[in-house]
Nanobody, 113 residues
């Protein structure tokens, strides 16, 4: 399975971005999915997860600012990121939980003035 994340970019603090992820297999067959991020020199961490039924959970660092969603009919996983902070700067990846599929290239998010 290939995972293609997109939607990253350079944004000022307080700004918003929406990331998208399109797996190469039907999301109707996929259970829990998540968005992960890796900042330079740090480990890759899970920031948001969503079940096949739509229940979501978030890391404390993004709670109240990020929203994960999925549209199985469009075969796309989303991450709406609001009130972005410089510490959100990282490469963002999508994967299942646990992250057993090969990682895609991710999408770079840079929050800077």
């Amino acid at each position: 399975v290939q995972l293609q994340a997109s939607g990253g970019g350079l944004v000022q603090p307080g700004g918003s971005l929406r990331l998208s992820c399109a797996p190469s297999t039907s999301m109707f067959r996929i259970g829990d999915m998540g968005w992960y991020r890796q900042a330079p020199g740090k480990q890759r961490d899970l920031v948001a997860r969503i079940s096949s039924g739509g229940s979501s959970n978030y890391a404390d660092s993004v709670k109240g600012r990020f929203t994960i969603s999925r549209d199985n009919a469009k075969n796309t996983l989303y991450l709406q990121m609001n009130s972005l902070k410089p510490e959100d700067t990282a490469v963002y990846y999508c994967n299942i939980l646990p992250p057993l599929w090969r990682w895609g290239q991710g999408t770079q998010v840079t929050v800077s003035s």
